[in-house]
């Protein structure tokens, strides 16, 4: 495999010192980019145990680092090419096998891999910076702080998923609870009475508004109501969806990673879709624009049943719920319409 060309670069540039800006900054930068490995590798079942073992060492590398930099006498030149070769052989090990990972083993997890591999090298970046920049007296707060955040980006291998199923199911996941999130606070804004900014907005004067356009009227909440249950059948599509992954997903052949992936390209477009419609809801309500906001998420929802069907998560046995959810999605979507043909 090919290594980005700036890691074949002079190794210290004159113009920057031993342990200069140019050094770290530019070859950190590019540690890592959207790669691929050649089609034809085959995956090391070793894999996981060697990254492991460089998120380990970056972590301990930068610590060394950071104690070399926290009080004077300066680490010698000697010394500061033993720390940096530390650091960067660490960081290229931990890239390079990012670009092992084949994407037949997943497009999802390869990115939730890129992610973490990524913090971690921004968060190399962020100590180093702070080195160059800081007066070495004592160990400084921002120090302190940068170290442990790359602590933080090295412990997190624990956490990530080991193949796709699982890095799709953690993906959903997230992708349910902001859904549930706006949901909750489109109840909450509904419960609070006739005025949805009243915990936002104060007259500090009379305690009072006149201003009609905070106000839904009764226009508006009979048409909330059919909008609501377009965003709870999208609560329970995710739910249901995300279920279903977890009974049924497999990653045994490449179709079935391939499904997983289209699952999670489709399912990403739901929150934004329902943020959407929830902000079009509030006060002054357009008509227009909540019946377009809802014919998108109605869109949305019914390509993540279609796709959920076709795909091997939903044998017959979960044909049912399917079902039932792209009548609710039809029933609210109809009432939306029958409601704003005035606004067309």
């Not at 670069?9 to 540690?31: I, K, Q, S, T, V």
């Not at 995956?43 to 070399?68: C, R």
Request: aromatic share 6%; charged share 25%; with cysteine.
């Amino acid at each position: 495999m090919a290594l980005p060309l700036c890691w074949a670069e002079d190794r210290y540039r004159d113009d920057a010192g031993p342990y200069g800006r140019n050094l770290l900054m530019d070859r950190l930068m590019c540690g890592i980019e959207d790669g691929e490995s050649s089609e034809g590798s085959n995956f090391n079942p070793q894999f996981w145990e060697t990254l492991g073992q460089a998120f380990k060492a970056t972590s301990q590398e930068a610590t060394k680092i950071s104690l070399a930099y926290s009080k004077p006498p300066l680490p010698s030149e000697e010394d500061c090419q033993k720390l940096s070769d530390g650091l960067l052989n660490a960081i290229l090990a931990t890239s390079t096998l990012y670009y092992s990972l084949p994407k037949k083993q997943g497009i999802t997890l390869r990115k939730t891999i890129r992610e973490a591999v990524a913090d971690v090298i921004e968060g190399t970046m962020q100590l180093i910076e702070v080195i160059l920049n800081s007066r070495i007296q004592s160990l400084s707060q921002a120090q302190l702080v940068s170290t442990g955040s790359v602590w933080e980006a090295c412990d997190q291998f624990e956490q990530l998923p080991k193949d796709n199923h699982a890095a799709v199911v953690s993906i959903v996941s997230g992708y349910l609870g902001v859904v549930k999130d706006a949901l909750e606070e489109m109840e909450q804004a509904l419960a609070g009475g006739e005025d949805p900014f009243s915990d936002v907005l104060e007259d500090d004067i009379t305690g009072a508004r006149g201003n009609q356009d905070t106000y839904w009227s009764e226009a508006d909440r009979r048409l909330i109501a059919p909008c609501l249950g377009l965003m709870k059948a999208s609560k329970a599509c995710l739910k249901k969806v995300l279920g279903a992954m977890k009974t049924h997903g497999k990653v045994e052949t490449a179709d079935q990673v391939a499904q997983l992936d289209d699952l999670a390209d489709i399912t990403q477009e739901v929150s934004p879709s329902v943020d959407e419609l929830a902000l079009s809801m509030y006060p002054p309500m357009n008509q227009a624009a909540v019946r377009l906001n809802a014919a998108k998420l109605s869109s949305v929802l019914k390509k993540v049943l279609e796709i959920t069907r076709s795909s091997h998560v939903c044998p017959d046995t979960e044909s049912g719920w399917v079902q039932f959810l792209n009548n609710a999605i039809d029933h609210n979507m109809n009432k939306i319409k029958n409601l704003t043909q005035d606004a067309l």
